[in-house]
């Protein structure tokens, strides 16, 4: 099974902050990444796909970037609404599975 | 409007069995794969079980292999997760995801989920 590590797990961040989440896969899954925001109480959103694809009506503010192992999402300017948790998801291959997860909390 | 409702969760005894159902609505639901992920209280996402878009095979998390079944009614746009010899672990919110398009394994819909408790 593929495994995808997060981190931070934990990041304190002021409105208008950049901000950025690293996820790493323990092998190569080209670029068969997703990312997904929960906001507390809710059901995922799917916010990017093949790495860099940004999903229909989510800002232009989130962006990701990456191949391989290594993969990035950045938010350029954090507004309210981002306070959430983001988690990667790799489907390179089956099990599919996510990253553990990192919690956005306002500074 | 695409819509995923969840129901069928509850408190059950370990050893006990369960059957999840997911009503869908707004789309085509026959023309889609679709997938559980689990979320145990407080912790990150799991995924479950669910058809692949392009070969309509079925896949599970080896942690419930030969105790979940799932299964899907396309005249009645329903998708069903039949959980057996059910364990404490297996405690979580249930989601039933749509796959985005041909992608195969990502979600563009999610329900708001079923809780599942597994405790004597």
């Known amino acids: 099974d593929i495994q995808m590590t997060q981190s931070p797990s934990t990041l304190s961040a002021s409105v208008g902050d950049r901000v950025t989440i690293t996820c790493r896969a323990s092998q190569s899954i080209s670029s068969w990444l997703a990312w997904y925001q929960q906001g507390p109480g809710k059901a995922p959103k799917l916010l990017i796909y093949?790495?860099?694809t940004l999903q229909s009506g989510v800002p232009s503010r989130f962006s990701g970037s990456g191949s391989g192992t290594e993969f990035t999402l950045t938010i350029s300017s954090l507004q309210p609404d981002d306070f959430a948790t983001y988690y990667c998801q790799q489907y390179n291959s089956y099990p599919l599975t996510f990253g553990g997860g990192t919690k956005v909390e306002i500074k | 409007e695409v819509q995923l409702l969840e129901s069928g969760g509850g408190l059950v005894q370990p050893g006990g069995s369960l059957r999840l159902s997911c009503a869908a609505s707004?789309?085509?639901?026959?023309?889609?794969?679709m997938n559980w992920v689990r979320q145990a209280p407080g912790k990150g996402l799991e995924w479950v079980s669910g058809?692949?878009?392009?070969?309509?095979?079925?896949d599970y998390v080896d942690s419930v292999k030969g105790r979940f079944t799932i299964s899907r009614d396309n005249s009645k746009s329903t998708l069903y997760l039949q959980m057996n010899s059910l364990r404490a672990e297996d405690t979580a919110i249930y989601y039933c995801?749509?796959?985005?398009?041909?992608?195969?394994?990502?979600?563009?819909?999610w329900g708001q989920g079923t809780l599942v408790t597994v405790s004597s």
């Open positions: 093949k790495a860099s």
């Open positions: 995801a749509k796959v985005y398009g041909t992608s195969g394994a990502i979600f563009d819909y």
């Open positions: 707004g789309f085509t639901f026959s023309n889609y794969a």
């Open positions: 058809f692949r878009s392009s070969s309509g095979i079925i």
